[in-house]
């Protein structure tokens, strides 16, 4: 066995799987009197042995001088690092074998300090559509008040077709970022990432790296791993599969070491970061994220399939449905390891048999957010998504017959029975 227990990641020659590593990877009970799980660590500040050992600590940390190749960064104060905190960045860095990782106090917390340290006054972030509303706002108006504009292209858009609009836009030399979001919130439309990675590393130049960062929050790091497809950075909403109990709000961003540093960072100096009690009940959740996603996945490919035969659907938007004949069905296999759990469909008629329908629910909850243990059912067009350009809102594929589920892991034949009286009474 490695010599350090606590981040041991191999038995003999065996390499231990993720799910294998949430139970222990990154913590050694003997540092705190032998609890088999990590204590929370509610503090806000921590005691330095000397001051010599303090002014060490904020060298490293505020980048005065280089880590030695055994040092470790100190702990300081609860803003820049916390113990629970540490161990849960180790282990979600295990799932896509990401060099650094850094968690946030929200989704939307990760993403705005992520592209608020890398994107610079005068630059452009070029964006797949559709986005989660948030982002989309973020994008749209919080960004151009420093400075910062964007161009979307849809999800689905070709290699060809996604420079055709950059040379038409002029906006090559300005391009900072590429921020994709697959599949997209609503539509499950997929981006194709290692695209994605050619067309920002084309863009780069000796003086300015184009980051590659994707959401990947719809199918969670389960189903699919963008570090591995060429991707810069993966960013998740946490508060959805990865914490998975509807219970917590957070956030996470990880890739490239470089970058991650400048990242965390920004985190510092934002106050963004996670708090303590959140960083536990997230190393509780890791622990049967593999479960809980496994079930969500097989209980949605039923419902999907359901959902498909029924006369009151118009279209079921699910990943896996997709069939050789469909242009995004080679991406999928290549990109993805499973649908997930998210379905979308739309129901015959519009926003009244749509209400109707969400109104005559009871097993199912009318909420959003998604990723949860409960199934979840809601409203894009005048929800998660209602903050977007209605123009731009139809264009993307998102209306008033659309409806979206977070598939939860109740019994699969339960959810049908729900949804099934709820069509009753359209």
Known sequence: MAEDKGRMKRIGNRKLRPETLMMSYGYRPELSEGAVKCPIFQTSTFVFNTAEEGKSFFEIAYGLRQKGPQEEIGLIYSRLN???????????TLWEEAESCAVFDSG????????????????????????????????????????????????????????QQIEREGIAENVGVLFVETPANPTNAMVDIRECAQIANELSTEKKKVVLA?????????????LEHGADLVLYSATKYIGGHSDLIAGV????????????????????????????????????????????????????????EHPLVERVYYLGHLTENDPQFGLYKRQCLAPGGMISFDIVGGEKEAFRWLDSLKLVKLAVSLGGTESLA????????????????????????????????????DIIADLEQAFNQV
Request: glycine share 8%; charged share 20%; net charge neutral.
């Open 108 to 163: 939307m917390a990760a993403i705005s300090t992520t592209l608020l340290e890398l994107l610079s006054p005068g630059q452009v972030i070029l964006h797949s559509e559709p986005i989660y509303g948030g982002t989309d706002y973020l994008l749209k108006h919080v960004l151009p008040k420093f400075g910062i504009r964007s161009a979307g292209f849809l999800a689905g858009a070709s290699k060809s077709e996604i420079l």
């Open 378 to 413: 809601e409203h894009p067009a005048s929800m998660t998504h209602s903050d977007v350009v209605p123009a731009e809102r139809a264009k993307m594929g998102i209306t008033d017959k659309m409806l979206r589920l977070s598939i939860g892991v109740e019994n699969p034949g």
């Open 82 to 92: 916390n113990p629970d905190l540490e161990i849960l960045e180790d282990r979600l």
């Open 253 to 308: 961003c990880m890739g490239e070491k470089c970058l991650m540093e400048r990242v965390r960072t920004m985190r510092t100096i934002l106050g963004s970061m996670s708090d303590p009690w959140t960083g536990w009940l997230l190393l509780r959740s890791l622990e049967t994220l593999k479960l809980r996603m496994t079930c969500q996945m097989k209980n949605a490919r039923y419902v999907a399939d359901w959902l498909a």
């Open 214 to 226: 994707v959401d990947n929050t719809f199918l969670g790091p389960l189903w699919q791993r963008p």
